[in-house]
């Protein structure tokens, strides 16, 4: 083993034998190199005030070289900001920047340890983090049978875990936090589990209520208490879309410090709350613990990156940073979030009309992007097929019985002729 994994993992034991215990052998190897080219190169760019001839990139008259064809369609960015390698970590402003607005967003946050949020490649690559860092071949991964299907590759194909399902809501519709518990405690032989709690849900758009957050939290310290030691994935995907009375916090917050058995880790971005899907920038963000713990933590966070994609892209982590300084980040983003709202309501208008009752029930949403029906006599996926091949109309087939509608992607005026076409399309099948 490296010495300096050797170390990471004596801090990791001193500080907290526990979360030592929930590392995976890849988990445990794992370290940043403070000898080599990027050390060297960071030491260099503070004292090398004559030349700097270390790291790959090239300069022309002591800026990056860059083509001007390039420039010219960033002509409002100055070429430091975009040209060079950010550093494994991420943009030092940006990771300052995103702390303090987990602190805006987050208020159960402010007097609770956590750590400088680290920058990923977008969500998938910081699930793929947690993956690396805490699963071995055999370790439960706990979800709602509702769930993103990513997980299923990101989880179980890569690092060889066990996927295990309980029902996302309970008879009288709200989420099923003894199911939760059952499935954590279920795995005490063991002595460890991986929970993924991803609200807004993707893919049913629900939001668990203040008091149902409560009961997840106690759900998970009661596996702690039972000896299990429990990492908490908070895919927070889809955070702050949340249009009802839900929670309107991260669960990240009550989570951290909870017990020395829980580690949570914010896995989250600007992807879908800043509606900049394709700039593919998000963080990893440990909670709870001691600064020498939560520093072990990122450094072995540091070595995944390093060895995987080196650093993040640096021109969209520079276009990032500049919203979130913008004095009008927060007036465009309510702008958006109230037409998403209004989108989500006009759905439940729609569907509450009593028009289509013989064809589907909807599960509970409230949040995000999407909404699901269940269907009651058709097949999702022949529906699905139907709706594409007839229609010219575009929707998520998951299981025998749910369809997902990413309302996010209608106008107003369309949602009505949407579910009209649904409608008929089902009882087309129906009488096929």
Known sequence: MNPLARQLNEALQKENPHVFEMLSELGKQLYFPKEGIISQSAEAGRKATKYNATIGIALERKKPMHLKILQDTLSAYDPKDLYPYAPPAGKPELRAAWREKLLKDNPSLRDKPFGNPIVTNALTHGLSVVADLFLDAGDAVIMPDKNWENYELTFCLRRGARMVHYPLYNEQGLFNAEGLREAVLAEKDRGKAVVVLNFPNNPTGYTPTVAEGDAIVEAVKAGAEAGINVVVAVDDAYFGLFFENSMH????????????????????????????????????????????????????????????????????????????????????????????????????????????????????????????????????????????????????????????????????????????????????????
């Open 249 to 432: 916090e991260s669960l990240f917050g009550k989570l951290a410090g909870l017990h020395p058995r829980v580690l949570p880790v914010k896995i989250d971005g600007a992807t879908k709350e800043d509606f900049v899907w394709g700039f593919r920038v998000g963080f990893v963000t440990y909670g709870g613990g001691s600064e020498a713990l939560l520093s072990a933590l990122e450094q072995k966070t540091l070595g995944i990156i390093r060895a995987t994609i080196s650093s993040g892209p640096h021109p969209s982590q520079t276009f990032v940073l500049k919203a979130l300084q913008s004095p009008d980040f927060e007036a465009e983003r309510r702008a958006k979030f109230d037409i998403m709202k209004r989108r989500a309501n006009l759905v439940k208008e729609v569907l509450d009309s009593g028009r289509f009752d013989d064809a589907w029930d909807y599960y509970p949403f409230n949040s995000g992007y999407f909404m699901c029906l269940k269907l009651k006599k058709v097949s999702a996926e022949a529906l699905r097929t139907r709706l594409l091949d007839e229609y010219g109309v575009g929707t998520i087939a998951l299981g025998e019985t749910d369809l997902r509608i990413a309302f996010s992607c209608l106008e107003d005026d369309e949602i009505p002729d949407l579910f009209d076409i649904l409608y008929k399309a089902a009882k087309e099948l129906e009488q096929a």
